[in-house]
């Protein structure tokens, strides 16, 4: 469907969890550097295929999943992979904000400390290098040792972006990001997030057909566990081939 | 109609009021009871005769329960000191790592621990433990032990606080949210990292609060500690030695020889001791968690 060079390719994905068929036959190749939405009513699935793309799926017990997900050609379900490796490179935003249980600085520096970063002044850089990306380091440069749960939902949000770039991922999975924040928030997220497309790959999944629409180049229509069509923004949203996504996109299904 | 609503509405918060004052009110007057009750020895002997010998001669009317407070502390730290580490994995392994049918499987034997009632602990102690203290443990120690020790009454009191600290640690896990673990899991942390500095922080008030339950429950624990610690009004000088802990200590005497002059009301007073101790230990380990919770948000 693109001429693009995939990213993350799918192929033939099944998802059974709990015996329930949730993803049934997914191949789809999302595109690099390129934002990708994931549209469809709630409980489609969306929210599913994109943890499978960071391994949080497979935690949970009772879960199947067969098929391909490769990322940069290596496949992430084959027994030989690293799964922290894979999670290192997708930064994870999602619903609602988690800054982990320390400080404001701890948190941005967590993934690099984890990855044996131990030296004080590239700890500093980092942190305040990626507060910058996320325009986070004017309001909390003061208080960098305060609790993280002391800022605002969508400070947080943005804390949490942060955090998932400090790793230098080359990913971005967004499951519905902006959901908890305030529209003047949502809309800083936003602009981020076109910010980062020339670095990162973006995956998004959302509810708000407004927010797939100014925000993503690609979008994906799920329903009832398939995908039922796969495309520009403007041929999805605006003309879309198939009946199911011309009626949930006019707001007939939700 | 409309206004017998109203009325039942207003009747029924103060109604649970009282009963919620009739459980405040029930300590204070248990608190003060035992004071009345110990009053007479409180004024005829000095506080630091009572509280700071250990001369326990009760017909010369010298008692000094100092041998009883540190038995009562020396069993209850020995009991924590090994049924914390054990419950702490324990809970980790059971909310963290294992899968639902393991944890199925393995939670109902660890509830019925804790249904077992002291008696039969204490019987199993006397069978099992003492033995095992005396012919196992302490002789590569100590030239002579008989078992019924202090360390025997440790991991009795341990196995029966272990359950209770396990089933709150696990409640205490379940509430956190598993996007934080995930937050931490997607910046490429493993499991165990994860578990250590965001699950284990996370929950480190949860945490104390499940220890200090654990405590307060075994500084009270009476019948089957006192089959196994040896009833010896003496300080430990080792955990192979016997030792004599407040309750065991009422439970042995209360209703006899109370025609000795003031015995009653010493042994009024060791209840007030072992009210006080759990009273200022709670207080305490308020204390800490309140700072706890306030500079972690």
């Known amino acids: ?254 | 109609m409309k206004n017998l609503r109203l009325t039942i509405d207003k009747i029924t918060g103060n109604v649970f009021l009282i009963f919620t004052l009739l459980a405040t009110v029930t300590v204070i007057l248990i608190g003060a009871g035992l004071y009345y009750k110990s009053a007479p020895i409180l004024h005829s002997n000095s506080l630091s005769s009572l509280l700071l010998s250990a001369e326990w001669k009760p017909f010369k009317s010298s008692f000094g329960f100092l041998s009883y407070i540190a038995g009562t502390l020396s069993i209850t730290a020995i009991a924590i000191i090994i049924a914390l580490p054990i419950s702490l994995l324990t809970g980790i392994y059971l909310s963290e790592y294992a899968h639902a049918k393991v944890k199925r499987a393995l939670l109902p034997p660890i509830d019925l621990l804790s249904g077992i009632p002291p008696v039969i602990y204490g019987v199993w102690g006397v069978l099992i433990i003492v033995p095992f203290v005396q012919e196992k443990i302490a002789v590569h120690f100590v030239e002579f032990s008989s078992g019924y020790s202090t360390l025997a009454g440790g991991i009795v009191l341990a196995i029966m606080i272990i359950p209770l600290i396990i089933s709150i640690l696990l409640e205490v896990f379940s509430t956190i949210p598993d996007g934080l673990r995930e937050a931490s899991l997607s910046v490429g942390a493993t499991k165990w990292e994860t578990i250590k500095f965001v699950v284990l922080k996370k929950s480190m008030p949860g945490i104390i609060a499940a220890v200090v339950l654990a405590i307060s429950r075994a500084f009270g624990e009476t019948i089957a500690v006192l089959m196994v610690c040896g009833n010896i009004p003496e300080i430990p000088h080792s955990i192979f030695d016997s030792c004599y802990p407040l309750p065991a200590l009422i439970a042995n005497n209360y209703g006899e020889m109370l025609s000795v002059p003031m015995y009653e009301s010493a042994l009024m007073l060791a209840a007030f001791i072992l009210f006080i101790i759990i009273f200022l230990f709670n207080a305490i380990s308020r204390i800490i968690l309140y700072r706890l919770e306030r500079s972690s948000n």
């Not at chain 1, 489609?44 to 999943?65: A, M, P, S, W, Y």
């Not at chain 1, 320390?102 to 507060?131: C, F, P, S, T, W």
């Not at chain 1, 100014?214 to 949203?237: A, K, N, P, Q």
Request: charge should be neutral.
């Open chain 1, 1 to 254: 469907m693109t001429t693009e060079k995939p990213h993350i390719s799918v192929k033939n994905l099944n998802v059974h969890i709990d015996g329930n068929h949730i993803l049934k036959n997914i191949s789809i190749d999302i595109p690099d550097k390129k934002v990708t939405s994931f549209i469809g009513p709630s409980g489609c699935g969306k929210t599913t295929l994109l943890k499978t793309f960071n391994r949080l799926l497979d935690r949970q017990g009772n879960v199947e999943i067969t098929g391909q997900v490769l990322v940069d050609g290596e496949d992430l379900y084959s027994p030989d992979t690293e799964v922290t490796h894979i999670r290192k490179k997708m930064g994870l935003l999602s619903q609602r904000p988690f800054p982990l249980p320390m400080n404001i600085y701890d948190n941005v520096a967590y993934g690099a400390r984890i990855h044996g970063q131990r030296d004080k002044k590239e700890l500093d850089r980092i942190v305040e290098h990626y507060l910058r990306g996320v325009s986070l380091w004017d309001e909390v440069k003061d208080r960098l040792k305060d609790p993280a749960t002391r800022l605002s939902i969508g400070q947080q949000q943005r804390l949490c972006l942060a955090r998932g770039l400090a790793v230098e991922p080359e990913i971005i999975l967004g499951d519905e990001p902006t959901s908890a924040l305030d529209p003047v928030s949502t809309q800083r997220i936003e602009e981020l997030f076109l910010e980062l497309k020339d670095k990162y790959t973006l995956v998004l999944v959302t509810h708000i057909l407004r927010q797939a629409r100014r925000v993503s180049d690609y979008i994906v229509f799920i329903y009832m566990g398939e995908i039922i069509e796969f495309g520009t923004t403007e041929e999805v949203l605006l003309n879309p081939r198939e009946k199911l996504t011309k009626d949930y996109v006019k707001g007939y299904i939700s």
